[in-house]
């Protein structure tokens, strides 16, 4: 079993595509987000959707399908973690993400949990967490 601390920015992508959606409810990962990255992916998903169906790539009716579908993957399968309980790492959390301070809970997250994040944000890179990619996420999976 893999435990895995999920960046927004993989969040928001992967729920967007039926791959990424297969890949989040893979059975042998167990995935982390703060509340503040599920604050932010419910309202960029929100946001990426109004732009297809403003662009006329899909119907309101798809539009709204494509959401649901998210949530409910989001309620069914992504544990999201209270800020009490990582909180008290937030000095070292900013101290150890400068290129992207907001990024801090996410760490913060990994550190207090000791698990990897899932990212293909280069923030991360440096900030003393193991980081998985999804190429590299996939290619595990596959062989394990």
Known sequence: MMHLVVDAN????ELLRHRGKELIQNPSIILYVTES???ETSYELRKRINAIIHRKSAS???GQALLESAQNVINTKINIIEKSVYIHLETEARNRIPRDPNDWSTVALALVMNVPIWTQDCDFLGCGCPTWTTETLLTQLTVA
């Open 37 to 39: 990255v599920l604050s």
């Open 60 to 62: 309101e009716i798809i």
């Open 10 to 13: 993989i969040l928001i992508s």
